[in-house]
């Protein structure tokens, strides 16, 4: 992926916009997104995107035809330039020093020979059927679709917003359905990709269901004897092939399994849940960990899927997870918690046993027997990407459990850092942190620079008020109160520059006295907005948009000889 | 003082450091401008250590300023016909292809003139290489300082200027002529006049060059070509008199076909023809053969030619710090000015743009400051949209910076002086883009940044901009 560039649209929505009109099947929103286009031209001039440029000039072509008003052999010599273009400089790019031949290119960049033939006998042949254009210009306009639109800013990427997924998924669907019935089979593997991983999810949850309701019904049969953990320990022969499952799948994918298991209803429970369990809620809040009985509900599960990749993998998401919590959620937030400690402990645990060779068993929690290498850096960078009150805590967790472990003096300044940082300002509830350490202000670099600045000042004004003090004899607080406007004094560049400025913006404002020219407002902070940006100015794609516009022809102008057709109106 | 000897030369140095320069160097693709590149010094001189601890340092001969014979003939000739002025005052029209060194001959030419002169006209027709203003425009200038720097360095008010609006004027050069025949006219004839041509002399550029020289009608043209160059021919007198240009016929033709033209064709540049027969008296022909290595191979150039005219509009945009401070502002956080919709007409010149979507065009782009003679009328209060580009003057450049929807009203950025501001009244907008460091490089932003995106990938096919191949090789070469 290129770095940052610059680009005719304002914004990923008038992109999408744009797209959504061109491709989207309505006359009056073809029109809207090729009008916008022409503007896009003007920004980009000879810079113009080719695939952009092909677009519309085919999508043009469709509109002429539509509407009626042309004769076939006009709308073959339309369709036909449209198609040489996109033909001639879309594989004009791929050419080296010799000559490639384009029926070469064009399979190679998957465009169908047939294609590249109409080009032929549109350039050195008969003149085609108008409908032999019709159908290029549809699969054309398929494959700029499939490979410039849905592949460009970001639209490619399996993102980890389903909605938006589903939006395009629904978007690429409906499109689907006015195109031709010959683009079918250039289905979008893109929407295919988004429907596999939909019903993938699907699949883990019904065999997470199937596990969860075996748990109850043991649950529902055993507890009333206080047996039903132990009987949990082992594994029916239902449950074992459940897990047999659930670890196929896991093969098969395992960032989805980890997901499903972090929805509600599995690892962080449902209120519901709990209440079955007899768990109360608040029990445990004080400590970080998962009440005994929820904890020997999933513990089979989660044996029989530790491994190194998946037992990584699923903390990651816990602490991605944990990173999106707000306080309403305070369950899911207090359960992501205490799963990912119970994790660390186990993995730490494994160690320390491993390494005193004592038979010391933790009696109750046998969360892995194998010791696993995590990826402890990457945690630590996890753990630190979700501030929450718990941080020190699971922070200390890691860096006991790490291998190698860092210097005793980074892990002790990782954990001061962390513990000033999730003070205040996290957006979790602290149970169980002092609120003494509250109200404290915080300090970032620029403020401290800035306090250091401050105080170096004052000091030099102390000095210097006291030379003077001892010099002149006496003006007792002067210094003091020097010192109070150093404190006061903001030291932006704008306050610093305000005279001046003040000055040139009143010779100029009096140089346009009477003229339709003005200085803008001063009181904008203008420094707060970038260039095409005005305060109180919507990003959205339409805001741009004038309704009325005069036009004005001049008088004493040498007529252009070639008086220009405007467009579209 | 005593051991100077009248022949020595003096050289002033200063440092460079303006508000100017500090703003090209915020930005971080220019802010090693000034870096020299380190050199290793073989063998140090002690006559040269004052110099060299202010960075001067001994060439080799070969990468200093070659001044060919041919050259120093040419300009010994015009200094003199200036000087003297015996057949009137010279008009000189510099013309080659491109790097063969025009721009340096002219500095040179100039800069040697101002010696005996106390100014010099310019008449600068390269849309590409401005030598004094932003690109795509074409000026007079008045010239009475000698100037040494690459063109962002001495950006000047010019006395009569016109936005073309392109680098090129390939894709309307009937109003490339109209233009440079309006800035021409400005021209007094009371001090010798400079030309500056493209470098565009093949096919179509040729005929241009032939249309520009008889419309302009210099006294001398001086023709720089290396000396493997084949396309252009040697521009003598009775040439120039002869060939048909690509607006303009040659005398003979002009004679035979005025016959059967009759009134079916009554174009501009037709009417110009008459002006163009009365007054080509002749001129003298200069030819200069360029000796230093790498003359008129373009791939050669050290610098590319749009770097140098992103440079130029920084430069020019420099001119917005305030003189008082060291730090830079950016350009973000300086006050605009603001004009309303109707007060200014608007004309995109390179495309045509939706009238409904033409504040897309405008928003965040760089528009030429311009005042056209009509009033202008407007029956809403929208945008006034004009129907076709005008010649006319440009008084400046400026970045549209916002644009209120609500209000009706431009915010513009601009250097030019609010008493020539007020004059305004048309905005162009070309085929020419802020440079992108400047959209790129905003400072203390927040958030989203309009017409920046990391996400553009220009792998994915298409996504790239029209290129020309113009040197594909068959592998059947040998074909006739």
């Known amino acids: 992926m290129a770095g940052r560039s610059v680009v005719a649209w304002r914004g990923k929505g008038e992109w999408d916009q744009v797209m959504v009109g061109l491709y989207g099947g309505d006359g009056r929103l073809q029109q809207h997104a090729l009008d916008r286009v022409s503007a896009w031209k003007s920004r980009y001039g000879q810079r113009m995107p080719l695939a952009v440029d092909c677009t519309t000039d085919l999508i043009r072509c469709k509109i002429l035809d539509v509407s009626g008003n042309v004769s076939s052999h006009e709308l073959v010599l339309s369709y036909g330039l449209a198609l040489v273009r996109f033909v001639n400089l879309i594989t004009e790019r791929k050419q080296k020093i010799f000559y490639i031949p384009l029926r070469r290119l064009a399979t190679e960049m998957n465009i169908p020979v047939w294609v590249v033939d109409l080009r032929h006998d549109l350039t050195h042949g008969k003149l085609p059927q108008l409908n032999a254009c019709r159908k290029g210009c549809d699969v054309v306009l398929e494959w700029l679709r499939r ?7 970001g639209n490619n990427l399996s993102g980890e917003c389903e909605e938006e997924q589903d939006e395009e998924a629904e978007m690429t669907a409906a499109t689907e359905t006015e195109m031709d019935s010959d683009t079918e089979e250039a289905q979008d593997l893109q929407s295919q990709g988004y429907l596999k991983d939909k019903e993938f999810h699907e699949k883990v949850r019904n065999v997470l269901i199937s596990f969860r309701n075996q748990q109850f019904g043991v649950f529902k049969e055993f507890q009333p004897f206080g047996k039903a953990q132990k009987v949990w320990c082992n594994p029916s022969s239902e449950v074992e092939w459940i897990l047999a499952q659930i670890k196929d799948l896991v093969q098969e994918n395992r960032d989805a399994v980890a997901e499903v298991l972090l929805e509600d209803g599995f690892l962080i429970p449902t209120v519901e849940h709990l209440d079955t369990l007899n768990i109360k809620s608040d029990e445990n809040k004080e400590l970080l960990d998962i009440p005994q009985l929820f904890y020997c509900f999933w513990q089979p599960l989660l044996k029989g899927l530790h491994s190194q990749d998946f037992t990584q993998a699923l903390i990651e998401k816990m602490f991605a997870n944990l990173k999106q919590c707000s306080e309403s959620s305070e369950l899911r937030s207090q359960y992501l918690i205490n799963w990912i400690a119970e994790f660390l402990t186990a993995s730490t645990k494994v160690k320390a046993r491993k390494k005193m060779e004592s038979c010391y068993q933790s009696q109750k929690r046998k969360l892995f027997l194998r010791r696993i290498p995590l990826q402890w850096l990457k945690l630590i960078d996890n753990c630190l990407g979700a501030p929450c009150w718990a941080t020190p805590h699971l922070l200390q967790l890691i860096l006991t459990g790490m291998e190698p472990p860092l210097p005793s003096d980074t892990q002790k300044n990782l954990l001061y850092l962390s513990s000033i940082y999730t003070q205040e300002g996290s957006s979790l509830s602290s149970p169980g942190s002092s609120s003494d350490t509250r109200g404290q202000p915080i300090y970032t670099i620029e403020s401290l620079q800035w306090k250091a600045r401050q105080d170096n000042l004052a000091k030099k004004q102390g000095q210097m008020a006291e030379r003077q003090e001892t010099v002149l004899g006496g003006g007792k607080g002067e210094g003091d109160e020097e010192e109070e406007e150093m404190e006061t004094e903001s030291p932006s560049l704008e306050e610093l520059l305000h005279p001046v400025n003040m000055l040139a913006v009143a010779e100029k404002r009096a140089a346009l006295q009477g003229s339709v020219w003005q200085i803008s407002s001063d009181e904008v902070q203008w420094k707060d907005f970038p260039l095409g940006k005005l305060p109180g100015q919507a990003d959205e794609p339409d805001g741009l948009m004038v309704e009325h516009y005069s036009v004005m022809s001049l008088i004493d102008q040498p007529m252009t000889r070639d008086e220009r057709h405007s467009p579209s109106m | 003082m005593e051991r100077f000897d009248p022949v020595c030369s003096v050289v002033l140095l200063e440092r460079l450091d303006t508000p100017v320069t500090r703003f090209i160097l915020s930005y971080p693709d220019f802010s090693h401008l000034f870096r020299a590149k380190k050199q290793r010094v073989p063998c140090f001189i002690p006559e040269d250590a004052a110099l060299a601890s202010v960075g001067i340092l001994k060439c080799d001969p070969e990468s200093g300023l070659l001044v060919s014979e041919s050259t120093i003939l040419a300009i010994e000739e015009l200094v003199q016909a200036c000087r003297e002025e015996n057949d009137g005052i010279p008009v000189i029209l510099v013309c080659g292809p491109k790097c063969v060194g025009k ?26 290489q401005t030598e ?13 300082d000698p100037f040494l720097g690459p063109p962002f360095t001495h950006q000047r008010t010019p006395r009569k200027m016109v936005y073309y609006g392109d680098v090129s004027c390939d894709q309307d050069t009937e109003r490339y002529i109209d233009t440079v025949k309006y800035v021409f006219n400005s021209y007094k004839k009371e001090v010798p006049l400079v030309i500056n041509t493209m470098g565009w002399v093949k096919g179509v550029g040729l005929l241009l060059l032939i249309d ?31 060939t048909a240009g690509l607006h303009t016929k040659g005398k003979l033709q002009a004679t035979c076909k005025s016959m059967d033209m009759g009134g079916t064709e009554n174009w501009q540049p037709c009417e110009g023809e008459r002006d163009f027969q009365t007054s080509t008296p002749g001129h003298k022909l200069l030819c200069v053969k360029p000796k230093f290595p790498g003359a008129g191979d373009a791939a050669k150039a050290r610098v590319h030619s749009s770097i140098l005219r992103d440079m130029a509009m920084l430069g020019y ?21 603001q004009v309303p919709f109707s007060a200014v007409a608007l004309r995109v010149i390179h495309t045509d743009v939706a009238p409904k979507h033409i504040i897309y065009s405008v928003n965040a782009s760089w528009v030429g400051l311009c005042r056209i003679p009509d009033e202008v009328r407007c029956q809403t209060d929208g945008p006034v949209l004009l129907t076709q580009t005008p010649v006319c003057d440009c008084l400046g450049f400026g970045i ?12 513009i950025l601009t250097p030019v002086p609010p008493e ?20 790129l490089n905003q400072q203390g932003i927040e958030g989203e940044i309009p017409y920046v995106t990391s996400e553009y990938n220009y792998q994915i096919s298409g996504a790239g901009k029209l290129k020309v191949k113009k040197h594909l090789q068959r592998r059947e070469y040998n074909r006739p």
């Open chain 1, 147 to 153: 490979t410039y639109w849905s592949c460009q800013l």
């Open chain 2, 103 to 128: 721009s340096t001959f002219n500095r040179y030419l100039i800069n040697l003139l101002l010696n005996h002169l106390p100014c010099v006209e310019y008449l600068e027709c390269d849309l590409g």
């Open chain 2, 132 to 144: 004094f203003t932003p690109p795509g425009c074409v000026s007079l200038m008045n010239i009475s």
């Open chain 2, 212 to 242: 520009i020289i008889r419309l302009l009608s210099p006294s001398h043209i001086v023709q720089i070509s290396a000396e493997d160059f084949k396309d252009m021919p040697q521009f003598t007198p009775e040439y120039i008199h002869l």
């Open chain 2, 317 to 337: 945009l420099g001119q917005l710090q305030p003189l008082e401070t060291r730090s830079v502002l950016p350009l973000h956080s300086l006050v605009p000015y």
């Open chain 2, 400 to 411: 549209v910076r916002g644009v209120e929807m609500e209000k009706k009203l431009y915010h």
């Open chain 2, 420 to 439: 020539n501001l007020r004059v305004v009244n048309c905005l162009l907008l070309g085929n020419i883009a802020i440079p992108s460091c400047v959209l």
